[in-house]
């Protein structure tokens, strides 16, 4: 199996090259972090009654809008 690789460009402008087995846990570690951000920032301005802030969560618990095309 063929391992894919991530190049990132550092801060200072020199290359490296990651695989995603690498990159992966960090970029969800990040986003995790970020999400903590968030909830902080609506607390602090007032807001306490979301659950979760998951976009997956958000779009799973839309309602369903379903267009059957007639086509008998």
């Known amino acids: 199996m063929t391992r894919r690789k991530q190049q990132i460009l ?3 402008f020199l290359a490296a090259t990651l695989t995603f087995s690498i990159y992966d846990p960090h ?3 990040h986003a995790t972090y970020h999400g903590g951000q968030l909830v902080t920032m609506l607390r602090q301005a007032g807001f306490s009654s979301f659950s979760n802030t998951d976009l997956v969560t958000y779009f799973i618990n839309q ?3 379903v267009n059957i095309a007639n086509d008998a």
């Open 63 to 65: 309602p369903v809008l």
């Open 27 to 29: 970029a969800v570690n």
């Open 10 to 12: 550092r801060a200072h």
